[in-house]
């Protein structure tokens, strides 16, 4: 239950009167005036609402201004984008129109030398300058990274299983502990060995214990070896994509049975070919 004492206490605090005294500098007799409490909390609290309604119009309108000057800015850019665009296709048809004259009379007696003012030719030079520069570095880079990626080994040259790993092992003739500097990937004789990456052939025949032999250069430091081959269908200097074939697998040289004995040197060293397998890492 509400309590009606407290409740006529409370509105006659709001309704008490509160003297505000105006105190003029001049002789003049000082103002008084009463206002109840109540109003001059409301007073307050509706000044305090308009402050913070005149300041949000305020910013939106800062706003508006800001968001019009940046709509002229590029309604402008557009407009000249368009003039020049506009220019650019008449210059086109006009050219279309005097390289169809089939002589130099003809187009020199056609030719159009008033100036149009369309055109600023100092800046569309520069500009188209820019850009040619600009499609120029992008061409580049796109270039020595596709020859990177035509250069670079990838998968095995042959389908079969890996039966020796690149690193230490037991010789498996000798039975002496030696350094593999290879793979060696058992297949079926006759199997079509192929080259895994780009590049040109640069020795192709007998290479004693590596009996026959095929050494493909890639560039960017590359080289791939391919030995024990039955035979050999490739000659020195051979431009080869990858995937063609180099050579059929045999066990000739030092070899214990039918298999590719694959080497990956980089600038000059061997390096493991594991890391160039598909699904292994391209780069060591």
């Known amino acids: 239950m509400l309590d009606i004492h407290k409740i006529k206490g409370f509105l006659k605090k709001a309704f008490t009167p509160v003297t505000i005294m105006l105190i003029p500098h001049s002789k003049t007799r000082p103002v008084n005036f009463k206002?109840?409490?109540?109003?001059?909390?409301?007073?307050?609290?509706?000044?305090?609402?308009?402050?913070?309604?005149?300041?949000?119009?305020?910013v939106d309108t800062f706003e508006y201004y800001r968001m019009k000057d940046k709509l002229n800015y590029y309604s402008q850019q557009f407009l000249?984008?368009?003039?020049?665009?506009?220019?650019?296709?008449?210059?086109?048809?006009?050219f279309?129109?005097?390289?169809?004259?089939?002589?130099?009379?003809?187009?020199?007696?056609?030719?159009?030398?008033?100036?149009?003012?369309?055109?600023?030719?100092?800046?569309?030079?520069?500009?188209?300058?820019?850009?040619?520069?600009?499609?120029?570095?992008?061409?580049?880079?796109?270039?020595?990274?596709?020859?990177?990626?035509?250069?670079t080994p990838k998968?095995?040259?042959?389908?079969?299983?890996?039966?020796?790993?690149y690193g230490q092992r037991e010789h498996p003739r000798s039975g002496e502990e030696n350094f593999h500097s290879g793979i060696d990937i058992s297949s079926s004789p006759g199997s079509p060995v192929k080259a895994t990456a780009d590049g040109i052939v640069s020795f192709s025949g007998w290479s004693g214990g590596s009996g026959n032999l095929v050494v493909l250069e890639h560039g960017h430091g590359?080289?791939?070896?391919?030995?024990?081959?039955?035979?050999?269908?490739?000659k020195v200097a051979k431009k080869v994509k990858r995937g063609d074939i180099i050579g059929y697998v045999g066990s000739t040289g030092y070899s214990t049975g039918p298999h590719v004995h694959y080497e990956i040197w980089k600038d000059g060293k061997p390096i493991n070919p594991v890391n160039y397998l598909k699904g292994g890492n391209d780069v060591p």
């Not at 368009?82 to 086109?92: C, D």
């Not at 030719?121 to 992008?138: C, P």
């Not at 389908?159 to 020796?164: D, E, K, Q």
């Not at 590359?222 to 490739?234: D, E, K, L």
């Open 80 to 94: 000249e984008l368009n003039n020049t665009m506009t220019a650019l296709k008449k210059a086109e048809n006009e």
């Open 222 to 234: 590359f080289s791939t070896f391919y030995a024990h081959n039955r035979s050999i269908p490739v």
């Open 35 to 58: 206002v109840p409490f109540i109003g001059m909390f409301t007073t307050v609290v509706l000044c305090c609402f308009g402050i913070v309604y005149v300041l949000s119009i305020a």
């Open 155 to 165: 998968g095995l040259p042959v389908a079969g299983r890996i039966s020796s790993y």
């Open 96 to 151: 279309k129109r005097l390289f169809s004259m089939k002589s130099k009379e003809k187009v020199l007696e056609n030719l159009d030398t008033s100036d149009s003012g369309s055109i600023d030719m100092d800046n569309l030079k520069q500009q188209i300058k820019k850009t040619v520069e600009s499609v120029g570095d992008i061409n580049d880079y796109l270039r020595i990274q596709r020859d990177i990626y035509v250069a």
